[in-house]
């Protein structure tokens, strides 16, 4: 467990509409990761951060953005919200050479 | 990029049974995790594994790092109905940020 929480762990939204969400860690782990899970898909990267203002793209970036101004606090942005974003998002953290721990996910539905 | 094959996608199977899983990698991994997944929850890590050839255990839940190093298994004796659940595995390479995960496998017994 590393202290990791998720929110809103759920939303309904609108298409086309700006969606953020927040992931927050109190373990001060370098590294944090934005992931999406849809069936026959398993989890797939969207972003990830190797420390503060250090963000890189994972596999199914398009269409997200992600920032990290503070060690504890990693903000996923959906830009204009569609209804293939409609997912479960988690978010996982990992310090340096340890294991990856994941959040409690939030579920997200893009109508 | 790096595939990692898990297999079997899902398990029927009776309380008290034993069972298998396993992953394959078309490359070399330095370390192998699995994860269990409970419906609605994020993953939580059960075994972490570091060398080749290491064999570790939690419970009733056993888990080995292949000595090719592109493989991994995990068996779960005298399954249990809280057994129920996607069982993932990941690997990560030397140096790497980023896991590189299976697709799961869905675990469901009957009582």
């Known amino acids: 467990d590393a202290g990791i929480t998720q929110s809103p762990r759920h939303k309904v939204t609108e298409t086309g509409t700006p969606v953020t969400l927040r992931c927050h860690q109190t373990e001060n782990h370098r590294y944090m990761y934005w992931y999406r899970q849809d069936p026959g898909h398993g989890l797939r990267l969207i972003h990830y951060s190797y420390g503060v203002k250090d963000t890189d793209k994972g596999e199914v970036s398009d269409g997200y953005s992600v920032s990290r101004s503070k060690t504890e606090d990693f903000l996923l942005t959906l830009e204009s919200a569609t209804s293939s974003q409609t997912s479960v998002y988690f978010c996982?953290?990992?310090?340096?050479?340890?294991?990856?721990?994941f959040g409690p996910g939030t579920r997200l539905l893009v109508l | 990029g790096q595939q990692l094959n898990q297999s079997p996608q899902s398990m029927f199977i009776q309380e008290g049974e034993d069972v298998s899983m396993n992953c394959t990698s078309s490359?070399?991994?330095?370390?192998w995790l699995w994860y269990k997944q409970d419906p609605g929850e994020g993953p939580v890590l059960l075994i972490a594994l570091y060398k080749a050839g290491e064999l570790t255990s939690n419970g009733r839940l056993t888990a080995q790092f292949g000595i090719t190093r592109k493989d991994s298994f995990l068996n779960i004796s005298a399954s249990i109905p809280s057994d129920v659940g996607i069982y993932f595995c990941?690997?990560?390479?030397?140096?790497?940020?980023?896991?590189?995960f299976g697709r799961g496998t869905s675990l469901i017994v009957h009582p």
């Open positions: 990941a690997g990560l390479s030397g140096g790497s940020y980023i896991p590189t």
């Open positions: 996982a953290t990992r310090h340096l050479e340890e294991t990856q721990y």
């Open positions: 490359s070399i991994f330095n370390t």
